[in-house]
């Protein structure tokens, strides 16, 4: 069965500190994908990232970086000097060949970054 | 251009009232998602359209109703709701399946 785990709840830092998301996924699939997705107060969510499972590359973007580890089923998430802006609920996801038109969702890591 | 657009921003309805929510996408998408998200909770999948047909339905009761006109539309159709469909409806759109979705701004639905 495909799963995913956001095994925080909740995260509170000060800003300008760096902060990581954790996501463990299962899936018995060797190809799938997964996502992040931003979800700030406004409710909408938004598309961060999609890797595939052949690509385990680390991707940095700006002041965002993913670290894929098909060793332990890993698809971690940091944020460098976290802002204010950066406040929301963060999702990790995935799909895999036998669910290409569904995301299955974590339950979603809530982060509060103060001033 | 990665822009969903969904209307109205909010809706409150009767248990009676038949009522629709509106999506649309101008990036030459091809599948078009439904998603109903209760606060604090992950959205949960209510629909698939992958080129205008109806793949998936999330075992959705009777009481929604998804249309896709055409490829740039999908609509939603709500009648004798009950209180516990209040939520956030989240409409999305991706190239093709399992490429990444874009989502709407949603629709904030309280049933009375």
């Known amino acids: 069965a495909q799963k995913v785990t956001q095994a925080q709840t909740e995260i509170s830092v000060v800003e300008k500190e760096d902060v990581t998301l954790d996501c463990v996924y299962e899936t018995r699939d060797t190809t799938y994908y997964l996502f992040w997705y931003k979800q700030p107060p406004s409710g909408e969510l938004v598309f961060l990232i999609r890797r595939n499972s052949f690509d385990e590359q680390n991707e940095i973007s700006g002041r965002y970086s993913w670290n894929f580890q098909k060793s332990t089923s890993s698809f971690n998430f940091t944020i460098t000097a976290s802002q204010v802006v950066d406040s929301a609920v963060y999702f990790c996801?995935?799909?895999?060949?036998?669910?290409?038109?569904?995301?299955?969702f974590g339950t979603g890591t809530r982060l509060q970054v103060f001033p | 251009d990665t822009e969903v657009t969904q209307t109205p921003k909010h809706l409150v309805m009767g248990m009676t009232n038949k009522k629709s929510l509106k999506c649309e996408q101008h990036m030459g998408h091809r599948a078009m998602y439904w998603y109903k998200q209760k606060a604090k909770k992950p959205p949960e999948l209510m629909f698939v359209y992958s080129y205008e047909k109806l793949s998936i339905n999330e075992s959705v009761p009777s009481r929604f109703s998804p249309e896709c006109p055409n490829s740039s539309l999908l609509n939603l159709h709500l009648h004798a709701l009950q209180p516990e469909d209040s939520a956030l409806y989240l409409c999305a759109s991706s190239r093709w399946l399992a490429s990444e979705q874009y989502f709407g701004p949603g629709t904030r639905l309280t049933v009375t």
């Open positions: 996801a995935l799909s895999d060949s036998l669910n290409t038109d569904k995301l299955i």
